[in-house]
């Protein structure tokens, strides 16, 4: 199970840090990815960490601005947010993947929390 939390209405250039918990059988040794969705439009994929947290991948407008890391002592995938843009207003969602290699398709992700909004004010 993964528990998104940290989500807020925040002004344009500020910051949030987007937390993803897990538990359950969704454990410390599985890659995990946040999404978003802005209303009308598609979930995308907006960055990506392996299980050991190594090795991480962004999507291009995202990065510079955005850092996915994971405490696996605590179970716990983050979203440092920073610059952020009208634009990123979305839900965010976090998901686990057992596949080893890192991926921004939705459909390798085997669990997903529920989502958090995200709101950028100009």
């Known amino acids: 199970q993964l528990q998104a939390s940290g989500g807020g209405l925040v002004q344009a250039g500020g910051s949030l840090r987007l937390s993803c918990a897990a538990s359950g059988r969704t454990s410390s040794t599985y890659a995990v990815g946040w999404f978003r969705q802005a209303p009308g439009k598609e979930r995308e994929f907006v960055a990506t960490?392996?299980?050991?947290?190594?090795?991480?991948y962004y999507e291009d407008s995202v990065k510079g601005r955005f850092t996915i890391s994971r405490d696996n002592a605590k179970n716990t995938v983050y979203l440092q947010m920073n610059s952020l843009k009208p634009e990123d207003t979305a839900v965010y969602y976090c998901a686990a993947s057992v596949r080893r290699h890192l991926s921004a398709r939705r459909d390798e992700y085997d669990y997903w929390g529920q989502g958090t909004q995200v709101t950028v004010s100009s």
């Open positions: 960490i392996s299980w050991s947290g190594g090795w991480t």
